[in-house]
RNA sequence: GGUGGGUUCGUAUAACGGCUAGUACUCAAGAUUUUCAUUCUUGCAAUAGGAGUUCGAUUCUCCUACCCACUACCA
């Protein structure tokens, strides 16, 4: 029994959005829970697509998300380098041995003469397919004298390596999720494995190599891959490594909210959620909003994406990432797309604003309030602070929202609501109103909730008046609304002087 | 077009071939509350269509439709 390894492979041309955290996230729940490792390879054999900045943005997502690789690119191993950039001396010869052993060989086409045959196929309607079939027309060295291909060879012309797809051959392939999947390789091109031209592998060769080379025994990647699975079985029985071939599972695609498609930035921007785990400024300066700038707390979202494909058999739905660890299996993950539910992502945030302690989110409430003007000093400031968060965390679902919900605690209200101002305040309900102000600042309890809010209530229905419209004029000389939160919680949390100042504010405004 | 994959309420999903097809989000209504929010209760809402196998099909098989991916010297 092989040590479990698996690893996350992504490309650095662009930032990594919530698909990939999510095909990390699943690989990683899967090494931890067998005891395995997680590794993080960057595939960048594609020079022309490389972005600055892209592989920097992919460690810091899984970091944030708490993904943390056990080997790979920015934290090392016995399988170094991890950048396969850097390992390019190693697939030449895997290369070389390919076409020496009669599984691949030299194709000297150039771009040009490609173009020319996928258009004189398709102007008959059909698609050209580089195999069997046709490669007996195209200059390689299969159907080109030996000399010349020498020559070719020799020269600084890009010519390439590419895998010689057995003729009329079902493949028949495992997938941990989908089961048995065949596919005939007639169908299959003979795909390029490395490029003279940069003297890099593609995606396919250098994958095969390093899973070997690493010892990566299941390969968790996204749907998109299904469709080359037949090659890389193949380059695995070419290489001869059928027997420590990892095992396969593709994860489905996840799709846009509304209509149809997989899940692109321009969604995020039309509908307004983020695509990214965190905020990403392309090097043309093209900005896109990220999940943590958002205000989403990394287990919120990893707990999100975790369920969106997966689903634990049970009707729980807040998992720790301990428990998804412990919980998460592969046979349980679906097969279909996922469409990206923005509400259902919010729901998990205000779970899990709800879950952290007054005292975090007063921490993380702290720099908002700084950003306003309001300092919060020595622990009478922070006690208030706790008393602030405590009755607010119930109505926001971000941290952002506090300020929103609760300014007025902090600041008076400068002018009045002008629908609430004209509904509430009026003749019939002043005069009440401000006998019941007068009652809370002569009220002689301790300043508590409990204390004075029943002695408040009854006192106004002592005196025969309509509850709500007395309780929602106070409201309004408290907030400069007709909503918010109780007459009492305010009154404790600004205290009665501040209560005092802000009626006599909306007498000498509004009248009276 | 070709190849592969997929299809249960609007969304995410549950259901050894066997109860009235369950749950969560959203939405709606009601209750509670001084307002708003919260909370609680209730409700709306699905097996894509058609054959077949079977005593019995959401589940197995086939066909159709639709959706997705792939079809690069990209990954």
Not at 167 to 192: A, F, Y
Not at 216 to 224: A, K, Y
Not at 433 to 452: C, H, T, Y
């Amino acid at each position: 029994m092989r040590r479990t390894r698996v690893r996350f492979a992504p490309s650095p041309t662009g930032p990594l959005h919530m698909g990939g955290v999510r095909t990390a996230l699943y690989n990683y729940l899967y090494a931890k829970q067998k005891g395995g490792d997680f590794i993080l390879r960057i595939e960048d054999t594609d020079s022309h697509r490389f972005v600055p900045g892209a592989e920097e943005y992919i460690m810091e997502s899984l970091k944030w998300c708490g993904i943390i690789p056990d080997e790979g690119v920015g934290v090392g191993g016995p399988h170094a380098p991890y950048r396969q950039s850097e390992r390019r001396d190693i697939y030449r010869a895997y290369a070389e041995q390919l076409v020496k052993d009669g599984f691949a060989y030299y194709a000297f086409d150039t771009p040009e003469e490609l173009e020319n045959a996928r258009k004189a196929e398709e102007s008959e309607g059909r698609t050209f397919i580089y195999n069997a079939g046709t490669r007996a027309a195209m200059r390689n060295s299969l159907t080109l004298p030996a000399e010349e291909c020498e020559k070719l060879l020799a020269g600084t012309t890009g010519w390439t390596v590419r895998f010689k797809m057995p003729e009329d051959t079902v493949v028949q392939m495992e997938d941990l999720i989908r089961g048995k999947v065949e596919v005939n390789t007639s169908t299959l091109d003979d795909k390029v494995l490395w490029k003279r031209a940069d003297e890099l592998p593609t995606y396919h060769l250098a994958n095969i190599v390093d899973d070997h080379l690493m010892e990566i025994t299941e390969v968790i990647r996204g749907e998109e891959w299904l469709p080359s699975l037949p090659l890389h079985y193949l380059l695995y029985k070419a290489f001869g490594w059928e027997d420590s071939m990892p095992r396969f599972a593709h994860l489905p695609l996840l799709l846009k909210p509304v209509g149809n498609g997989k899940l692109s930035k321009r969604d995020g921007d039309k509908m307004g959620f983020p695509v990214f785990p965190l905020k990403w400024v392309s090097p043309e300066g093209e900005v896109s909003r990220g999940y943590r700038e958002d205000g989403y707390f990394p287990d919120a979202f990893v707990n999100m994406l975790a369920l969106l494909g997966w689903n634990p058999g049970t009707e729980q739905e807040i998992f720790s990432m301990d428990q998804l660890v412990s919980e998460f299996s592969l046979e349980k993950v679906g097969k279909s797309g996922a469409k990206f539910n923005p509400e259902k992502a919010k729901w998990f945030n205000r779970e899990y604003l709800r879950m952290r302690s007054d005292k975090q989110l007063a921490e993380a409430f702290v720099p908002i309030l700084a950003k306003h003007g309001i300092g919060v000093s020595g622990p009478e400031g922070e006690q208030h602070l706790l008393k602030v968060v405590a009755l607010i965390k119930e109505r926001a679902t971000f941290v952002a929202d506090f300020w929103d919900i609760a300014w007025y605690l902090f600041v008076a209200p400068t002018d009045y609501d002008e629908k609430d101002a004209a509904k509430f305040w009026k003749e019939e309900n002043i005069g009440p109103a401000l006998q019941a102000a007068e009652f809370v600042r002569n009220f002689e309890g301790p300043l508590e909730k409990d204390s004075i809010g029943p002695a408040l209530e009854e006192y106004i229905r002592e005196n025969g008046w309509p509850m709500g419209k007395v309780m929602n004029c106070l409201r309004l000389a408290l907030t400069g609304c007709g909503s918010g939160l109780g007459i009492a919680d305010i009154v404790c949390l600004i205290g009665k002087d501040e209560f005092t100042r802000r009626i006599d504010a909306i007498c000498s405004k509004l009248g009276k």
